[in-house]
């Protein structure tokens, strides 16, 4: 292959896992340094890179071009770091062109018809171009004399469609972070409009899965397999603010790559990886999701690629398990969900939704069967999946027994008695009547419901969660029946939760002096604006998943013609604000890459839903056997001592 061919297939995206990870697949040490910042240095004549520790020495005569092609604190989107990638990718693709065919890893392309294949597999003719083709005749109706006006217009709308998606991967590769060479995530927002960096120029855990997804069912592998290893060593690093360190297993919120100078040698320098684990947050706020997102996207990857040999690795199960713990830990709470404090997820600002938030409690459903389906059967691990089981079938009798909400239970709530002090109450968690607000009463339809934002003693959050709902449907936390009942509310109530542009991260926004109260005045989260009723377009990709799930991919092939009407021409904004998604956010970034990814991989897996299965969780028989058991069992017969010689040991 001539190089002017592969410079042709870099350029259109065809060829498949051009950047390569030199990562060892040894075992990794055991010590780790004290130190805050781990160092990897890179010597510039080494051919081979070692995981921990490889220096870039830089000398001065080295010129300026040079060094910023090899570095990765340009983040990729350095015009002259553009130009040396895009020379070692043509490199790289001379010496790969013979072997990639063998590769064995299941590569994923996507061609001009967009079709998916796998391993030259064609698959069915996607949603999407159904509904083109309906689109297409509803259009010619009446234009018989002039078959050729429907022909152009189609065409017109596919090209449009293509060169958005041609768009997202350009600007998706140029959010690329590199690090000792090889690729290791993206940063949050790429905006050239802002001068105000703040921390948008870093990785974020949350905010790249939407990527890693992408990249996954591009086939391109390597940066999920390097942004998982790399983030597993941030695990294990001191942590500390005001003198208090937080539980082993936390995942930091980001990082940043840094080239800072050598110890003992101001003519060199080297890259270091700088964490945030909520120390540097505004409001200081703790990444309780982080590990969650970081097992679904290892569970992901191996089921992508086809690669297991990355979570069968010692310290990959060792991480695993120090989640684990960190999140199975005994505490004061009586309840299995996870008790976090305000702004613990994607909503990080103070919203009022300390306690128990849905969207915690379905990732940490999520994570738990993901972590139960990797963990190795080992003697040393059996009190932990015992303890892990015993954790999935409270949590989700819990979930959908006192989070459901349709018109029945909400009529219910309407007639609940309260102060019932009794092993058999009905109305368990005093919650009283008066606390349905007005809204909800003509909101809720009559066909559909939703699982509630929050539950605590004698407090109910009634709010739309948009992401807590539909991750409980790809997770199977919520049932079937349930499942259903969510998209039927979404299409029922379509012009509230999609509007202009998909999707409201929840419903409704927070008004008048109870916006005061809860938020404390925050003039970013004003109302229908950001965490507060703002839509968020990357949560297209979750929606996505679960209508794909539930057999119902019509609902977001919908949403994505509704945000290809302007999502690009905005320049791929954070968020939107006012109720129908009118405004772009008033302090959204722009070229923010969650929503470019979020859009991207809801393409993706319309135009193949088979795929979605690297992400969809099955409800467990064995599960379902427990819950019913739990329906039925005697309330006044769990409450025996607990057994004080039960240890969970990691």
Known sequence: ????????????????????????????????????????????????????????????????????????????????????????????????????????????????????????????????????????????????????????????????????????????????????????????????????????????????????????????????????????????????????????????????????????????????????????????????????????????????????????RIDVQTGIKMILRLCLADGFDMFPTLLVTDGPCMIDRRMGIHGHPLEIQALFYSALLSAREMLAPEDGSADLIRALNNRLVALSFHIREYYWIDMRKLNEIYRYKTEEYSYDAVNKFNIYPDQIPPWLVEWMPNKGGYLIGNLQPAHMDFRFFSLGNLWSVVSSLATTDQSHAILDLIETKWSDLVADMPLKICYPALEGQEWQIITGSDPKNTPWSYHNGGSWPTLLWQLTVACIKMNRPEIAAKAVQVAEKRIARDKWPEYYDTKRARFIGKQSRLFQTWSIAGYLVAKLLLADPSAAKILITEEDSELVNAFSCMISANPRRKRGRKNPNKTYIV
């Open 1 to 312: 292959m001539g190089t002017s061919e592969v410079v042709l297939q870099v350029l259109s995206g065809a060829a498949p896992r051009l950047l390569s990870s030199d990562i060892g697949s040894g075992f990794l040490d055991s010590t780790f340094s004290s130190r805050f910042l781990l160092k990897c240095t890179k010597k510039r004549a080494s051919r081979y890179k070692q995981l921990f520790k490889c220096s870039n020495i830089v000398q001065n005569h080295i010129g300026v071009s040079r060094y910023m092609g090899l570095c990765s604190d340009s983040f990729g989107y350095n015009e002259v770091n553009k130009v040396q990638r895009l020379i070692c990718k043509c490199q790289k693709a001379e010496s790969l062109s013979g072997t990639i065919a063998a590769d064995g890893n299941g590569t994923w392309f996507v061609d001009n018809a967009k079709t998916l294949n796998l391993n030259g597999v064609t698959k069915k003719p996607n949603i999407l171009e159904f509904e083109n083709v309906q689109q297409f005749e509803q259009e010619n109706k009446g234009l018989a004399s002039n078959g050729s006006v429907g022909t152009v217009r189609d065409t017109t709308s596919k090209t449009s469609v293509d060169s958005i998606e041609d768009e997202a991967w350009d600007l998706l590769r140029d959010s690329m972070v590199y690090y000792c060479g090889s690729p290791i995530g993206t940063i949050a927002a790429n905006d050239p409009t802002s001068s105000n960096v703040l921390n948008y120029d870093q990785v974020f855990i949350r905010d790249f899965i939407p990527s890693g997804i992408a990249f996954l069912l591009k086939g391109e592998y390597d940066i999920v397999r390097n942004f998982i290893l790399h983030t597993l060593q941030l695990q294990s690093w001191e942590k500390t603010m005001d003198c208090h360190s937080p539980g082993q297993g936390l995942m930091p919120a980001s990082f940043k790559v840094r080239t800072v100078p050598l110890d003992g040698d101001d003519c060199a320098t080297e890259e270091v990886l700088d964490p945030d684990f909520g120390e540097a947050a505004i409001g200081r706020v703790a990444p309780v999701d982080s590990g969650l997102w970081w097992i679904i996207l290892l569970r992901a990857y191996g089921k992508c690629s086809g690669d297991l040999s990355v979570q069968e």
